[in-house]
């Protein structure tokens, strides 16, 4: 009696279960059914959720589009400034193009790489980088507009500092030899970076300061080697300019010179093959060609007259000197 009991209830137990997994299968069935009939209409009809997102991406292309017009726009007119600031602006000042090392140089492909693996990854990182782009190239152009409007304000002081004379009498030059890289250097023999003009001439020859400005450095150096006696004059506005090879000084360090001054003497000292000046500009640190500075359009009465002005105007300072101690 009692092992029929047990069958029994042993018997509902297991149908149950079957129950359960039957219903449970049918479940799993119809899911994977309705799965599959989703997946068939989502390929085979254009429902309303692909059409939103079809929208939503055309959108998005249309507004990338719109950017990159923007960009074109925006690099259009910086390139406008840059053209004014360079060849307008600066030539006014007689400056030269400010130069920011690595502004142009183009970010790696690390910082785009959150961009990379979508259906409009191409467009959406060439945009940004147009975007960085342009970013650097405003920066750029802002901060020489920056050194333009403070050349503005002290326009007649720059005036006359810049260099912007020949150093020697254009009349007394015997042979020119040009800045920039020389084939052969006369006492090293190898190829060489000349980072001036050097001016043959004859012994005694004078030089002048080519701007205002306040003497920077006197130096005797060395007998053979380099530089010999040179002055360096800072001329502000980030200009500096240097007289080398010299056979006399006449002035000192930190002292007041005027364009057209007399400051010393051409020889042969230093590293020098013969009498000649080794004459420099150096704008912010960087050696630049030194002909770019000079007036060449100045005839040598006109240097003449000039030179002489410059000796009128210091006697007369002198006398007005005497007159007041009187």
Known sequence: MKENIR?????????????????????????????????AISYLFYTPKMHRIATENRELVLKYEILLDRIASMQSKIEEIRHRDRFVY???????TLNIEGVYTPYPDSKYASLAGDEYSE???????????VT???????????????????KEQMSLAIPAIWPIDR???????????????????IRTMHKGVDMSTDYGVPVYATGDGVVEKVDLGKRRRGYGRQIVINHKFGYKTRYA??????????EHVQRGQLIGEVGSTGGSTGPH??????????????VNYFNRNMTSDEYRQLMENMKYNATLETDEGASSEQ
């Open 7 to 39: 069958n029994t209830k042993g018997a509902t137990s297991t149908s149950k279960r079957r129950n359960r997994y039957n219903i449970l299968r049918q479940v799993l069935i119809g899911f994977i059914v309705i799965s599959l009939l989703n997946m």
């Open 90 to 96: 600066r030539r006014l000042f007689s400056s030269d």
């Open 123 to 133: 467009l959406m990182i060439s945009t940004w980088q147009q975007l960085d782009a």
């Open 136 to 154: 650097r190239q405003t920066y750029a152009t802002s901060r020489s507009l920056d050194e333009v409007q403070l050349l503005a304000k002290d």
């Open 171 to 189: 009349t007394r030059l015997k042979a020119f030899y040009a800045f920039g890289v020389r084939k052969k250097h006369p006492i090293l023999k």
């Open 245 to 254: 090879h010299l056979q006399k000084m006449f002035v000192k360090a930190g």
């Open 277 to 290: 000046l080794h004459y420099e500009v150096i704008y912010r640190n960087r050696n630049v060609n030194p």
